[in-house]
């Protein structure tokens, strides 16, 4: 499992990353305190909110 620190400064930025990270077969989860969304979802990522330090966990 690898974690990194991300933010999105623009709803652009949010749908760049989530059409990089379609193209990998690992799980990629967004999480911001105790809430975690799927990275594949521009809605879930949305919702944790931008201009906020967010952890990416990638499961390999």
């Known amino acids: 499992m690898t974690t990194k620190e991300i933010t999105f400064n623009t ?3 949010v749908k760049q ?7 990998y077969p690992q799980d990629v ?3 911001c305190g105790s809430c975690m969304v799927d990275g594949k979802s521009i809605l879930g990522i949305l ?3 931008i201009r906020k330090k ?3 966990v990638i499961h390999d």
């Open 17 to 23: 990353f989530v059409n990089r990270v379609e193209q």
């Open 54 to 56: 967010l952890n990416v």
């Open 29 to 31: 989860d967004v999480c």
């Open 47 to 49: 919702s944790l909110g």
């Open 11 to 13: 709803i652009e930025d």
